[in-house]
């Protein structure tokens, strides 16, 4: 995970006009996926499901509960979910509104239960019910699955016989229009190019008198929503719950990648703090109280991630200032009813790229994660979800219906996990997991480290010297003179600090006053046996420092330190002690030497190697904070078998020409 540099961070206020405009920023990001969601359900139905006004205002709500799940420590947005577009519309055609709502809330609590289920046994069942080669075919059904809807609205459908050129002219100049800002856009204009395409659609739209004003004359200024509520407006029924409720599976896989992401961004694991127990409790909860509402399902909005990303302000309260808002804008009667004359040729126009664009985040799915088609279990899975989600099936069992989005949904989770996966492939999942952890871990504790107290040598030469070092084809003569050279230059940035000692001296010339080292301050402790390889580098710096030696080696199955040897100068506790090994890796070796030395009375240690990891660093900072650590170059992580990554191989084995 990249070290994000945030302006300003999760719980920071800004000053309240910068507040206002950060807020707006976001409502701006969220608005135009927000309201289509409705808009295109309604038109998918061919009836009124939901509005944009209870849309809003629970995609607000949503995002406040949000933040008080998560304690405010995540800055997600939540906006109506695209993914439900066509589940809810086909819930309403078969169970009525309230079925389709009932729904929604169904999706709320799967997400509170599998929350729960995250709370007691962990997450890694997630990613063996939900692999890539599930989630990615169902991300390209969410968004092909909405093509049919973008075509009869830009009315170039095989069923109209009068092409009405004007609408198709709005629909292609829209679809231009979010097309560049797409490719072209700067900053912020980039994050909103459905906004703009919508915007700019509209307004050749009332050029062109394709604009009903009625509406909004009609409209007051402010009007309350027309929330749906259950018992009052309609009896919760389980008509649609087949339809809707499997698409949860896959938003919760979206959830989990968006959370990823916005992680990296602002430089802190979100997975971990709050939880993905917390982030998936506050997101079902906002979905469970939308649908209460007469709302659609909430998700995690990836336009207000980019905002994130790009004004490096992650605060909450904007976040939570952007949510209320929303609530606002729904109350605005004048302003609701304004979006509700957007012609249909302009909301096709932003849907041609839309759908594709989800579909393609499928496609992308597949080709990051590497899904292999030429093993011929992903290409069933994938091939009979793909016919399934798009060729309209649907199951009727009793007053149950399953349709295809959600039948391919369940076919592919069960599918994968009924197929068998050959030795090989099993052997590669394993593997693929076991270097995801190794990688998480890495970066885990790369982040963790405290940079400040670290030195890493940067400097050319020293990369140049390391690149040779490293390189597997170097012999042991060479090998062994860089490490004592490399072990020199750190002796150097080691000394940076030395107190020097006033004296006089005569040049040739003339008399003067000069400082030097007083050596006997200083005792050099190599960890046998790779340690000595740096000890000649460090004798030629300082060769009247008195040298101690610790044996030992590193257990190759426990990775523990196994010592055999100690043996130090009896003065080591008034010395300042400068500890050698080349490799720091899980730290076992270097907390050990440290924990002797601390034993035999020393106060000044510090730790000079070639070669770190991020996993041993992080540990001798957190056991040993008053010891300074030197090094070469800070490497990426540790291998399954505490070697480091890219590393240089078992230094002691180069150095002593032992394999
Ligand atoms: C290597 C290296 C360190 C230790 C680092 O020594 O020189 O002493 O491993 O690993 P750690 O940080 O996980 O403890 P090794 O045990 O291979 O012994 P050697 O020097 O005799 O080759
Ligand atoms: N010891 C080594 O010599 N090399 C490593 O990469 C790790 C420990």
Not at 543 to 553: Q, T, V
Not at 560 to 574: A, L, Q
């Amino acid at each position: 995970m990249s070290q994000a540099k945030l302006t300003l961070d999760v719980n920071e206020k800004p000053p309240v006009l910068k507040w206002i405009i950060l807020a707006l920023q976001h409502v701006f990001a969220m608005f135009g996926a927000t309201i289509l969601v409705p808009i295109l359900v309604n038109s998918a139905a061919g009836e009124t499901v939901l509005t944009i006004p209870v849309a809003l205002v629970t995609s607000g709500i949503g995002t406040l509960i949000y933040i008080l799940c998560t304690k405010g420590r995540s800055p997600v947005y939540l906006g109506s979910s695209f993914a439900f577009i066509t589940p809810i519309a086909v819930g309403a055609i078969k169970a009525g509104v309230g079925g389709a709502l009932t729904g929604v809330m169904l999706v709320g609590i799967i997400y509170v239960i599998v929350a729960i289920i995250i709370c007691i046994i962990g997450k890694d069942w997630l990613s063996k019910i939900l692999p890539p080669i599930v989630i990615g075919p169902m991300i390209m059904i969410i968004g092909l699955g909405l093509a049919p809807t973008a075509i009869s609205e830009i009315g170039i459908s095989s069923d109209i016989l009068n092409l009405d050129y004007k609408s198709i002219v709005v629909a292609v100049f829209t679809f231009v229009i979010t097309a560049v800002v797409m490719l072209n856009g700067k900053g912020f204009l980039k994050v909103i190019p459905f906004l703009i395409g919508i915007i700019s659609g509209y307004i050749l739209s009332v050029i062109l008198g394709l604009v009903d004003f009625t509406p909004i004359l009609e409209a007051s200024f402010f009007s309350i929503p027309d929330f749906i509520l259950p018992f009052v407006s309609y009896t919760p029924n389980l008509g649609a719950a087949m339809v809707i409720a499997p698409i949860a599976l896959v938003t919760i896989a979206e959830h989990i990648g968006d959370h990823t992401a916005l992680s990296t961004i602002i430089g802190k694991d979100l997975i971990k703090d709050p939880g993905l127990n917390r982030t998936l409790l506050g997101d079902g909860i906002a979905t469970f109280a939308a649908g209460l509402l007469g709302g659609p399902a909430n998700t995690t909005y990836g336009e207000n991630t980019s905002v994130v990303g790009m004004t490096k302000i992650a605060s909450v309260w904007v976040i939570g200032l952007a949510a209320i808002f929303a609530i606002l804008l729904g109350f605005l009667g004048k302003f609701t009813a304004l979006v509700s004359t957007i012609p249909n040729a302009v909301l096709g126009g932003v849907s041609l790229i839309l759908y594709g664009f989800i579909a393609v985040n499928g496609l992308k799915v597949l080709i990051e994660n590497r899904v292999d088609f030429s093993k011929s279990r992903n290409v069933i899975i994938a091939s009979s979800m793909l016919v399934l989600g798009l060729g309209g099936a649907a199951i009727n069992i009793s007053t149950v219906t399953i349709s295809g989005m959600s039948l391919a949904a369940i076919v592919g989770v069960l599918l994968n996990l009924l197929l068998p996966k050959d030795k090989e492939e099993n052997e590669e999942d394993e593997k693929k997991v076991e270097d995801y952890n190794i990688e998480k871990e890495g970066e885990e504790s790369m982040e963790e480290i405290k940079k400040e107290d670290i030195v890493v040598l940067d400097h050319p030469l020293v990369e140049h010297k390391l690149s040779i070092l490293r390189d597997k084809n170097t012999g042991t003569k060479e090998f062994r003179e860089l490490v004592s050279e490399l072990g020199m230059f750190l002796c150097y940035e080691a000394m940076r600090d030395a107190v020097l000692d006033e004296v006089e001296i005569e040049t040739p010339l003339q008399k003067i006053s000069s400082r030097r080292l007083n050596e006997d301050k200083y005792a050099f402790l190599p960890i046998l046996r790779a340690g000595t390889g740096m000890l000649d580098g460090l004798i030629k710096v300082i060769p009247n420092a008195k040298i101690g030696h610790i044996g030992m080696y590193r257990d190759e199955e426990t990775l523990e330190p196994v010592r055999y040897f100690f043996k130090v100068p009896s003065d080591i506790k008034s010395r300042e002690v400068l500890i050698l090994d080349p490799m720091l890796a899980t730290g076992g070796s270097g907390c050990d030497a440290i924990e002797q030395l601390k034993k035999e009375g020393v106060k000044k240690i510090k730790f000079l190697c070639l070669i770190a990891a991020p996993e041993g660093v992080k540990k001798m900072q957190e056991e040993h904070p008053d010891v300074k650590i030197y090094c070469a170059a800070l490497d990426e992580k540790l291998n399954e078998k505490g070697y480091i990554l890219p590393g240089l191989g078992d230094a002691g084995d180069r150095i002593f020409g032992t394999k």
